[in-house]
């Protein structure tokens, strides 16, 4: 605490310690988040941060403070407290781990067989312990993204294939998986639009999808997906020819409230009957609604609704959110630093994740992680769950080392 009043933390790096080798450790072993926690620059950084959080909670108890003293105190400490029970958790759990494999070295006899299994079985059990504490230690380090907690508008496109059909129908099966993953997280999915193919597959879909989270969990979808397969039918099927197409994903967050002003002279409002599934209003009435803005040229459908009322409301709301996206990729952009996450530029043209049918494997390429079973994925339940939390995981440490290169760089005078 300042003579003057004034307060600042503790310096929260030792910048001469923290070298190159670290950043590029951390871009080459993205392993876990147990890797990056054994770093000695980390472990150095979170014994800073303890013992400022000790050392405030001491300052706190002074009686000669002035209330603007009390504040700025309260504010760190209300920050650093869960970040040093965090660390406390990680570090009794990593004792109990030492203590663990100290016994296991111990039990080799024969005698002891039964013994040693049950301490390796335990000790699994403390390995996905020690994996989670530390994710949530880390997660408290990284402050939470804007749109996390917000609904989604989610919109998968077929792309283009040579010879067969393979993308429209690997749209649609990408667009039901989502739908399962939705109904697996318990989200609301609403199909805001949805156009078939002529052979079954789907051309565009799109979809609302609310509940806890949601963005957080598919803004890593976004992109280009590609698929490569034997198509069931035609030449190629009886020559096991494989094919390769692709489809894309848009994953759009909606926040609550979207403050966007849409002038009505900017609109060209179209109806049209609705196509696909829907009951027995589809193709009867022209209660479908697509609204083209014409100073940008972006276009959005919605058949969701019997009521083209409904579906002109839900139309303008999605145009909103779609005009509310180039604000918010502006931001987006503005706060990223010059190196690119390993995740990507998060550009929908980007290539992701290869789906390959013949091989039974699906690789996203971000990672570097293949993940076997792609019936499995495309259920959208279990598999494709610990797939996207593969990505968060990798997320999180790449802003991890984001961050500790930030405070590097603010200390270093860079």
């Known amino acids: 605490l300042h003579n003057h009043g004034f307060w600042r933390p503790n310096p929260s790096l030792d910048t001469a310690r923290f070298t190159l080798s670290f950043n590029s450790w951390c871009r080459k072993n993205h392993q876990d988040s147990q890797a990056l926690w054994r770093h000695e620059a980390v472990q150095k950084y979170l014994e800073t941060l303890s013992k400022e959080y000790q050392q405030v909670s001491h300052q706190l108890s002074a009686d000669s403070l002035n209330d603007f003293e009390q ?32 016994m296991c070295t111990e039990l080799d006899s024969r005698d002891e067989k039964q013994l040693l299994e049950l301490a ?3 000790k699994e059990s403390l390995d996905k312990k020690m994996n989670v504490l530390c994710r949530k230690l880390f997660q408290l380090l990284v402050p939470k993204e804007k749109y996390d907690r917000s609904p989604v508008i989610l ?3 077929a792309g283009r294939t040579t010879g067969g059909d393979i993308c429209q129908q690997f749209t649609k099966e990408m667009f039901e998986m989502y739908q399962n993953y939705a109904d697996y997280k318990r989200w609301t999915f609403d199909i805001v639009n949805y156009t078939p193919a002529e052979i079954g597959g789907l051309h565009h879909a799109a979809a609302h999808i609310s509940g806890e989270n949601v963005y957080r969990h598919l803004k890593y979808e976004g992109g280009t997906h590609r698929v490569q397969r034997i198509p069931e039918i035609g030449m190629s099927s009886r020559m096991q020819r494989i094919h390769t197409g692709t489809m894309s994903v848009i994953v759009l967050p909606q926040p609550e409230e979207v403050d966007v002003k849409v002038d009505p002279k900017d609109l060209r409002i179209d109806t049209f009957r609705a196509r696909g599934a829907g009951g027995q209003h589809v193709n009867k009435t022209d209660s479908a609604v697509r609204i083209v803005h014409l100073p ?28 509310y996206q180039q604000v918010i990729e502006k931001q987006l952009s503005q706060e990223q630093s010059a190196r690119k996450l390993q995740l990507g530029t998060r550009a929908q043209s980007e290539r992701i994740r290869t789906y390959n049918f013949t091989q039974d494997r699906v690789t996203d390429h971000r990672i570097s992680y293949d993940a076997r079973n792609i019936k499995e994925i495309l259920s959208g339940k279990e598999a494709l769950d610990k797939l ?21 760089a603010l200390e270093g005078g860079g």
């Open 388 to 408: 996207i939390n593969r990505l968060l995981e990798f997320a999180e440490i790449e802003a991890v080392t984001q961050y500790l290169e930030n405070l590097q």
């Open 71 to 102: 504040r700025t105190l309260r504010r760190r400490c209300a920050d650093l407290s869960p970040i040093a029970a965090a660390f406390q958790e990680v570090k009794e759990a990593e004792k109990e781990v030492q203590e663990l494999e100290a």
């Open 296 to 323: 940008t040229g972006l276009s959005v459908e919605c058949q969701q609704e019997r009521s083209q009322q409904l579906n002109k409301e839900i139309a303008l709301r999605t145009l909103r959110a779609k005009l």
């Open 120 to 122: 390796l079985e335990e």
């Open 155 to 157: 919109e998968v496109t």
